[in-house]
Structure formats: structure tokens, C-alpha cells
């Protein structure tokens, strides 16, 4: 699978945005589908995981609530809603395929995930 994130940009603290990632290859439900992303001088770090089912997801403590992983079959396409944007949220985000379909299972290690797209920058404005 190939993986192809967009829709970051500039957003004032308090805004909303919608980060896409198309895959090509094969299908996102195929996949535990995840979104990371690395603020500057960072490491990178988990954002949310979704299993297959898309019944089960883990989202990171400092996004739960304001963000939202959702799939479009008919796009093959895994989205990322960013609700209440705060300049800490300010990042690289890539999305990404996990080399196995347990989201429990080194969830938040980059190194289980096998396949990653090119991110897209967010920078959130105070």
C-alpha cells in the first residue's frame, strides 16, 4: 500500500482542519490504520490508531476528545478531524499502515507500523 497524507496548513488556536490520507495498493481497512506526528524537536509520537474493524481505536491522552480517525471506503481514504486546534497540536502528521492488525501491540512504537506516506504540516497559531 501506498499512503498520501494532505490538508495541513495554518489554523488560529480554536480552528478545525481535516487531514487526509489516500492509499493506493490495496485497501485501508486492510490495515490498522494510524496518524502520528512529530513536533518540531521532537520524537515522533502516536495521535490515534483504528483497528480494521474500525470498531476499536486508541487515541493519545492529549487528543482524546478533540480529535477523530474516520475511513471512506469508496475513497480508500483515512481522515483526520481536528477539533479545537491548540499551538501544541503544532506538527508534521503522517499517517500510517500497521504491519500487524493488533492495535494493542506496540501501539504507539512508529517501528510496528510498516508503511508511512509523506506528512503534511500543521502549525497552529496563538
Known amino acids: 500500500v501506498q499512503l498520501q497524507a494532505s490538508g495541513g496548513g495554518l489554523v488560529q488556536a480554536g480552528g478545525s482542519l481535516r487531514l487526509s490520507c489516500a492509499a493506493s495498493g490495496r485497501s485501508v481497512y486492510s490495515y490498522a490504520m494510524g496518524w502520528f506526528r512529530q513536533p518540531p524537536g521532537k520524537e515522533r509520537e502516536l495521535v490515534v490508531v483504528?483497528?480494521?474493524?474500525?470498531?476499536?481505536?486508541i487515541y493519545s491522552d492529549s487528543v482524546k476528545g478533540r480529535f477523530i480517525i474516520s475511513r471512506d471506503m469508496a475513497k480508500n481514504t483515512v481522515y483526520l478531524q481536528m477539533n479545537s486546534l491548540k499551538p501544541e497540536d503544532t506538527a508534521v502528521y503522517y499517517c500510517?499502515?500497521?504491519?500487524?492488525?493488533?492495535?494493542?501491540?506496540?501501539?504507539?512504537?512508529?517501528?510496528?507500523?510498516?508503511?508511512w506516506g509523506p506528512g503534511t504540516l500543521v502549525t497552529v497559531s496563538s
Open positions: 500510517a499502515a500497521k504491519s500487524d492488525p493488533n492495535i494493542r501491540l506496540g501501539t504507539y512504537y512508529p517501528s510496528r507500523y510498516g508503511t
Open positions: 483504528v483497528d480494521q474493524s474500525g470498531r476499536n481505536t
